[in-house]
């Protein structure tokens, strides 16, 4: 129970120096889904001293509580009300000892929550319906002695019509009469319990020594097969990547809420979710490699959560690469863009991203994550790089680790120092910005020489920046050290060079710099110095046109008639008035990709002085008019064609890549 330990260890620590440790539950749990009646009774094994705190949640009534053997008095059993949690002392002596609690309580669950967002979805009670119950690990429907990790046995009892499952090893299970039972056996340090239930129907394969399972609704549950056909390519890769599957079941557990969770020895996915073509490709591999990072070596909160970066690294990035280098490349691409995006110092160090709030924090700790571990392993090589994570999984398995530890596992496996890449990219916050200052070419006995100095703002990042030079017989690629805030390298080339590029393929997180993005909606939706012509002079058409000015734009619309210099701007008009427009102003005409689709085209372009133009072209009036709900969605693409107010085409323009050209003889 990580976060409610986080939240509230202070309060522990000041008002009684408990030492708890080994908790280890063995609980017996009956749940009605229809009622939303939970009824718990069992014994919370456990060794410790001194003043130790019991928590629940308010809406569980104990009717018996003994501690090792003694009924407590009812005014310790009532406990206190104390940060939403009702709390009770337990007396344990000054040294530490074994101790056993028996317990028995009951309450009534709260309903389903409403949640239709995933951000909603943050802290959950625990919740019943026959639809589904979802009672979180993070909530404390179970006893809580505010360890950071348990053990347990559970031995749950639902309707016949219901399947129950937790996570860990399925025991044994039965359907008796009316009832189903099940018991589940978590013996390694588990974070909390969890614990959900629905109108399953399982299916189940088995894979070597592993149980695999499906606990779908009944109106997916069709989709069974293919899912788990899926499960066993997964764990092949990562066990051979990075060390055995440390559990021996895993199941893929469907949810009535819009949930995409990952737990030791399962995932919790939302039916509408479960629907969608890519999740077998993509999230399903992400939440099984969770069992390795995150479930088999837990991420330390204090000091930064490592396992959603390498997590994204080895599954969502991994697959791409897999595609194609292209696909990868365009994926480091959309994650550089997104963080282009934040305004300079409004993101976090990544050392303080702990969990997913927001957009922003999603971009710094899965994506920016992602992308050191993806310069960690050009810096030391794949070999290296995969000897540090099995290193880093034989020693970590179980147990609680920090990104000081990865330092701890990739330093050995590469025979490299690497204090100044983790302290980098872990504490500061923003990203560097090195840049081709000059370069000058001259020739000797035949060869070429190029003289190129590099820059960055200070305080200099220590980089690794791949130059490439292109001639005439091709490209070559030369990396350098950039660790000052100006440096000066001398290349040579056999034949002439054409021109000098810096990262073109995208392998440093950087902050691309406005002429490296390509042009995309949101750069001229997000500028408060957008203009905005209207082409058309018919009075439905401007009124349409205005109105989709101030739904699109972030501020509000600055009309002008004339345009005279460059700006960045907004165009809206009929197909023919808009190209006049384009024509007259020597703006770049309409891509031919878009020309004659649908009823609308929406495209964004750069000018000559490296402003963004975006242009909306439609039949009519009222086909302006069904863009207005449909297009401030699409911020972050380049072109759509619109057949009323359905894409039918979209996309984003390939982004360019910076050079340095060398004159011509
Ligand atoms: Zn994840």
């Not at 054409?498 to 001229?524: H, K, M, N, T, Y």
Request: charged share 20%; hydrophobic share 40%.
């Amino acid at each position: 129970m990580r976060l409610l330990y986080c939240l509230l260890g202070c309060l522990a620590f000041a008002s009684a120096q408990a030492q708890v440790s080994a908790v280890h539950h063995d609980l017996s749990v009956t749940l009605e889904p229809g009622s939303r009646e939970l009824s718990v009774s069992g014994k919370v094994r456990f060794t410790g001293s001194g003043m130790a705190e019991l928590r629940l949640a308010p809406e569980f009534t104990l009717q018996r509580l003994t501690l090792d053997g003694k009924p407590l008095s009812e005014t310790k059993m009532r406990g206190a009300l104390i940060g939403g949690l009702r709390v009770r002392t337990l007396a344990l002596g000054n040294k530490p000892a074994a101790h056993m609690l028996e317990l028995q309580y009951r309450g009534t669950l709260a309903p389903l929550a409403q949640a239709d967002r995933r951000e909603a979805l943050g802290n959950l009670p625990a919740m019943a319906d026959e639809r589904g119950s979802y009672l979180p690990a993070s909530y404390a429907w179970y006893p809580d002695l505010g360890t950071e990790t348990l053990t347990y046995t559970l031995a749950l009892d639902v309707p016949a019509t219901q399947r129950a499952i937790a996570p860990g090893r399925l025991v044994k299970e039965t359907t008796r009469g009316n009832r189903y039972r099940a018991r589940f056996e978590f013996s390694r340090p588990a974070e909390g319990v969890t614990l959900m239930a629905g109108p399953y129907r399982t299916k189940e394969i088995k894979y070597k020594n592993l149980r695999l399972r499906t606990y779908f609704h009944p109106e997916i549950a069709e989709l069974a097969d293919e899912y788990l056909n899926s499960i066993s390519g997964y764990i092949e890769l990562y066990n051979g990547w990075i060390g055995a599957y440390p559990y021996t079941a895993f199941s893929i557990v469907s949810s009535p809420l819009p949930t995409g969770y990952g737990m030791p020895t399962l995932t919790y996915l939302g039916i509408e979710v479960l629907r969608l073509p890519f999740i077998r490709h993509r999230s399903l591999g992400h939440e099984i490699l969770h069992n390795w990072w995150g479930n088999g070596v837990y991420a330390d909160w204090r000091c930064g959560n490592w396992s959603e970066g390498l997590t994204t690294f080895m599954a969502d990035y991994t697959y791409k690469e897999r595609q194609s280098a292209g696909a990868a490349r365009a994926q480091r691409l959309s994650w550089l863009r997104d963080f282009a995006a934040i305004p300079e110092g409004q993101d976090i160090p990544l050392r303080d991203f702990t969990s997913r709030h927001h957009s922003a924090s999603q971009t710094i700790g899965y994506h920016k994550a992602a992308f050191l571990f993806f310069m960690l392993r050009d810096q030391l090589g794949a070999d290296a790089f995969n000897r540090g994570l099995r290193r880093f999984w034989k020693e970590q398995q179980f147990r609680v680790a920090g990104w000081a530890d990865l330092q701890r596992a990739f330093e050995p496996a590469s025979g490299k120092k690497l204090d100044i890449f983790f302290a980098q990219w872990l504490t500061r916050r923003g990203a560097p910005q090195p840049v081709i200052h000059d370069a000058q070419i001259t020739q000797q006995n035949g060869r070429h020489r190029i003289a190129v100095t590099l820059a960055q703002p200070a305080p200099a990042y220590a980089l690794r920046v791949p130059l490439v030079v292109t001639t005439a017989g091709g490209k070559q690629e030369h990396i350098v050290e950039l660790n000052r805030e100006r440096q000066h390298y001398t290349l040579e080339s056999a034949s002439r060079p054409l021109s000098l590029a810096l990262d073109p393929d995208l392998r440093l997180f950087r902050r691309l710099d406005a002429a490296e993005l390509p042009p995309i909606l949101r750069q001229v939706i997000n500028d408060p110095a957008t203009l905005t012509v209207i082409t058309e002079q018919d009075s439905a058409f401007q009124e349409a046109a205005r109105r989709l000015a101030e739904r699109l734009l972030d501020h509000a619309p600055r009309y002008i008639v004339q345009y005279d210099r460059a700006q960045t701007l907004l165009l809206i008009g009929t197909h023919q008035a808009a190209q006049e427009f384009l024509l007259k102003h020597k703006l770049p005409a309409q891509p031919a990709t878009l020309r004659g689709k649908g009823s609308a085209q929406v495209w964004a372009a750069r000018q000559d002085g490296g402003k963004t133009l975006l242009v909306v072209s439609a039949d009519d009036s009222a086909a302006l008019e069904a863009l207005l709900r449909p297009l401030p969605h699409y911020g972050s693409e380049s072109y759509l064609a619109f057949d009323g107010g359905k894409v039918i085409e979209r996309g984003v323009w390939p982004a360019p890549s910076r050079e340095w050209l060398f004159p011509a003889h």
